[in-house]
């Protein structure tokens, strides 16, 4: 606006102080890079929008027609046939597909998890032809929109049935907008389009992050205007306000309208752009996407970094580690243990089958408890090891698929804790073989066998079942054939002709078989935190309730067990996981009028509370079977990492939802906690949970962590880690660790908090939900003092609002999906990038910019400063001494290079930055821009600008295009030379930038005739010149020389790095010279004392 104020001036014949494109040409420049920076954007999101809408989908037109129309022409009501790989326009209700259980969708560009969705088809149209199904005149009920994408009510009405009779439609029923078919070809029918699709709803627009530095130079400008003002005021207060004065009040700040530079926001950019480039490129953060340009300098200021911990700190990457099983007495089973487990399973199925009676008919009777173990005849813990196993094998939501181009066969689950205990499954023999909506089938490894005597098969859902044979052990009744001969089994093969002919037996594979029936599910829910699935046992007819969930949760469901607890807390203290499971056999008719209410529930106005509530009463009495640990690995290089950002001065933050143990013992193993460090607990969850605390008598003693439940509890216990602190017993600092419910108390305390929690040297948040992650982030923000900024670093969809409320957004693309990566401002592949582009490439961007922005100031300040005293010698008139293309071109050809050159610079090497991380701790202090060196520019600018003007006027020779040219030049070498001697390292673009500067404006003196073309070529004009160059840098250069000598940096060790290249050469001339005039003291020379 100021810029353009002062533009507009120009057209009134009073105020015009120069040619009208003088002002006009910069304002258009820039507004003009400005508007297509934002038109290429604009344009860019415009195809990106054209190619979506104009995505051509098969849709059924009527009359039984079908054709391809855009999807901007798609309406609410229109049936869509949609192929594999063809993303979802829409939401849809899926009504067909040519999978026998469903289609799998792929959701990462929804809710950013990577794994597959299985989406159930309405069940009255699966088995309809599709010209029926658009026919039938079937309609559909659907809630009006919302942004939720994990919960929808919906009912189907076939023809002639009322909304009271209506089936109910769920969540795994619909196809949501941007989601992609991953399998098969699927009918489905739009319910919302265009703003009321979920992924709209969701697509809030973040609020715009602005740098620190941006309002910075924003102060900075105002205090430039101020000045302007000023100097404007005292040049009319000279003239001692006669006539029409305030015109030439406002001719001065016009002519002074240099010292707020226009080109500083061009530069601004232009170097973000530049940082932004070399953050991209750099090889050794290979992946790395700018997504905010608008940051880079932020990465310089960061002094807490809040972060997550699975999948960030940690790879997601489960591995099993641990299992418990027994109710009353556990067995503890490690990873290692899996031969052990493996053989303990084969045994207990040789014990079945000698149990069993030898005819066919026994074999069966015995089959009809198998799967009741407690009636076994096998060990207790044997019997405790199978119920365990089939619960982990049965109570989970995985299903096995077949990947189309490569053929290996892998898990699709929600969870990667469910995939690594399938897996585990797998490893001692329980593998999981087929699963769909309604069925699934546990087998064990194929086993070779010799059949001797003739069997009958019975083919089945499964395979071929051997239900009787002649054999003597009858070993093999119940299992499975797969192979003859290394063959594949086909009821082609006739296996008793087979078996008569060959000798000494046939040789053949065959495998154990447990089969099920899946009856309802209870998927796993934040708030429920548990899932539970209902099956029967298709051989025994048995049903059974397995169920699995966090341990505060399954503490008070199953039975009351004596190692529970006490297991479950050691578990964490090793940083495992945990997962509790518990089972209970359900009679038929509990099973059937539960079933009734459940169908009951399912058809209600809130189906989930509803189901919730009949759920309670069969989960009583539920057995425990089992504990697991699964370990979360850690991402590379992340203790190295997290030790280097703590010695930059940087705060880490660990916000988890876990237990608090468990994330106490992975913020030990990141070296979150020092070795020498000491934890202070706000709450743990239970009384078991100690920790280090100082005791009365000075020495160290264990102090069970106390719950806060009231504010004052919570100021109290601020306090007392304030004076832990204080003492000083722990070299390597404090560590506060809060949970999720003293968290809700203590930030009741924000002032006290943020102090206390400032003190700590790292802090750890546990149960913590996403909400509480964005509160503390937003909290910290408004309540740090100085000038640290916040960054949070996450990998999930559940870290996105941490991410979108801190200064720098960090996304991780890992195991959920892409979600957070999209919405940060820098995308990563590791959290070991975070390092470098914290400490590198931020605190460059920091420096570079701050000395740039400087100096475009100083570059305004210096020829403004130059008009000032002209006008003064000058009768204080508001003339103008440079008008034309000198004042166009002062700012943009003869100088913007080798000053934009400044991004190149290097105040120390990159091997010695990322060694000494202390060096990022300096930037904390806003050293590199403030008002000192504001200051410093200003006095700087003032005192070149007057020396250049007073001695051109001392040289003066009755000419003022002479006057003009010697000031002029001497200004353009004095700018150059300046920049040369700020500069640390002397590169080849900025040599080149140098040169064509000078080139360039040797050049002008042959088109430009406000300079003296025939006097530029006399010896008069070059020594004057030279002089007055020398008078305006030479005593600036020895002023910082002199600063730098006397004022000792901290980190005077690595003074050769971090100054300037002429600051070095001093020094070394220097020491060379001091140690050329040290004479060394003869010893008897050394006076006594």
Known sequence: MYFLLVAISQFFPPLQVGFLFTYIAPLVFVVAVALLKEAYDDFQRFMRDAEANGEKYEAYLGDGKWGRIASRDITVGMVLRLKSNERVPADCILLKTSEKDGSFVRTDQLDGETDWKLRIPVACTQTMKDDLIVKSGIRLWAQEPHVYIYDFIGKVLPEGVCMQEADPLSLENTMWANCVLATGTALVCVIYTGKETRSSLNANQPSTKIGLIDLELNFLSKLLFVLTLFVALIMVAFQKFVGEWYISFFRFVLLFSSIIPISLRVNLDMGKAVYSFFIMRDAQIKGVVVRNSNLPEELGRIGYLFSDKTGTLTKNEMVFKKLFTGSDVPKGWLHTDMEEMEATIDAYNSKQHAASASSSTASLERQETDYDFTKATSSRQMEDLINAVMSLAV?????????????????????????????????????????????????????????????????????YKIVSSEDAQEEHVGWYLVAVDSRPYTEEIDINSMIRLRQGGLNVKVEKRVNFEILIEFPFTSESKRMGIIVRNIDTRAIHLFMKGADTKMAEIVKPSPWLEEECTNLAREGLRTLVFGSKKLPEDEYTEFSKLHKLALKSRDPKKEVEVIRVKIEEDLNLVGMTGVEDKLQDDVAKTLEHLRKAGIRIWMLTGDKV????????????????GGIFPFDCESDRYESLWEREDGREGWRPGVVITTEELALDFLQSFERYVASGSRLGGVTMVIDGKSLEKLILCETEFVEAASKAASVVVARCSPTQKADIVEVMKKNIKGNLRTAAIGDGGNDVSMILAAHVGLGIEGKEGRHASLAADYSLVKFCHCLRLITWHGRNSYKRSARLSQFVIHRGLIISFIQAVFSALFYFMSVPIYTGWLLVGYSTVYTMCPVFAIVLDEDASEETVMEFPELYRELHKSRALNIRTFLQWVFKAVYQGSVIMLLAIYFFEAQFIRIVTITFTALIMTELITVWFEMHKITWPFVVSELASFVVYAISFFFLDALDTAYVSSSSFWWKTSVITFAACAPVTAAKVVERGCCEPSSSKLKEDTDPWIFRAVFRFSAWLASKRSVEVPPAAVPLL
């Open 395 to 463: 109570a989970h939501n995985v299903t096995p698929v077949v990947d189309t181009d490569s053929g290996v066969r892998m898990y699709q689950a929600s969870s990667p804790d469910e995939v690594a205990l399938v897996k585990f499954c797998e490893s001692i023999g329980v593998i999981l073989d087929y699963r769909d909506r309604t069925t699934m089938s546990l087998r064990s490894r194929h086993k070779h066998a010799t059949f001797t005597d003739s069997v009958h098969l019975e083919k089945d859902n499964f395979g």
């Open 661 to 676: 143990e468990t994330a106490t013992c992975i913020a030990r193993s990141t070296r979150l906690v020092a070795k020498d």
